[in-house]
C-alpha cells in the first residue's frame, strides 16, 4: 500500500508475535511495546535531515553530522500510546512530548477528546503520531486533525498493527501522511477489533482487564 512502510526487521517481527500470544503476561507486554517502539522509532526517523557542524574530538578537529531544525514532537495517544512512546525517548531523549486524549465509544466508534497538550510551535517541527493499534482509524484520524489544528504541518503515523480498514479510512482523510507499522492484519471484527491482532492493547499493557 502507497504511502505504508512495513518494518519488517526480524526483531520486530519476533517481538510482536510475543506480544499476539494470549499468555503474555503484562510485565512482558509492556517491555515489548516499550522496545518494539524504539525499533519502530528507528525506522520512522531514518530519513531525517541532517547538517554539518565543527566538534572537536580528542584528537583533531572535524565536521560531524548532526540533526538540522527543531527537536522532534512524539504525539502520544492516551493511553496506549504511553507504551510505545517511553521506548521512543530511550532513542530520542530531547523529543519534545505531546498527549493526545481520545477514547473510542463503544457504541458508535467515534473518537471523543478529553485531553490535549502539546508544544505551542508544532508548526516548526516534525511531528509523530504514536499508538499502537491503527483499527478503524478514527482515533488515527482524530489525533491528526487535532494537531493540524494546533499548526502541525510535518506529521508522521507510528504504530504497531493495522488494519486494511482502518489504513484505507486513514489515508482518504490525511492523505500524504505516511504511516510505519510492524504489520497490516487481514480485517477488523464487528467491534472494530484487528484480527487476528493482539487484543486490546491498553488492557494488556495496563493489566485492566
Known amino acids: 500500500m502507497k504511502g505504508v512502510t512495513i518494518v519488517d526487521h526480524p526483531l520486530v517481527q519476533h517481538k510482536l508475535t510475543l506480544m499476539r500470544r494470549q499468555d503474555t503476561s503484562t510485565k512482558s507486554f509492556r517491555q515489548l511495546l516499550k522496545e518494539i517502539g524504539g525499533l519502530i522509532c528507528y525506522e520512522v526517523t531514518r530519513d531525517l535531515p541532517l547538517e554539518t557542524v565543527q566538534i572537536e574530538t580528542p584528537l583533531t578537529t572535524m565536521s560531524a553530522p548532526t540533526l538540522a531544525g527543531k527537536k ?9 500510546g504511553m507504551g510505545m512512546l517511553d521506548g521512543m525517548l530511550e532513542l530520542v531523549p530531547a523529543a519534545r512530548v505531546a498527549h493526545v486524549g481520545l477514547y473510542r465509544d463503544p457504541a458508535t466508534l467515534a473518537c471523543v477528546e478529553y485531553y490535549f497538550k502539546a508544544p505551542a510551535d508544532l508548526s516548526e517541527r ?21 494537531l493540524k489544528e ?3 504541518r510535518s ?15 486513514f489515508q482518504g482523510h490525511h492523505p500524504g ?3 510505519w507499522t510492524a504489520a497490516v492484519d487481514e ?5 472494530g477489533y484487528i484480527l487476528p491482532g493482539l487484543g486490546d492493547a491498553g488492557d494488556r499493557m495496563y493489566g485492566t482487564k
Open 150 to 152: 494546533a499548526g502541525a
Open 72 to 80: 522532534l514532537v512524539f504525539a502520544a495517544i492516551l493511553r496506549s
Open 177 to 179: 501522511i505516511p504511516v
Open 187 to 191: 480485517r477488523l471484527n464487528d467491534h
Open 155 to 169: 506529521i508522521r503515523m507510528a504504530c504497531l498493527l493495522a488494519s486494511p480498514e482502518g489504513l484505507s479510512k
Open 126 to 146: 516534525t511531528v509523530i503520531v504514536v499508538d499502537p493499534m491503527l483499527a478503524t482509524g478514527n482515533t488515527a484520524i482524530a489525533a491528526v486533525d487535532r
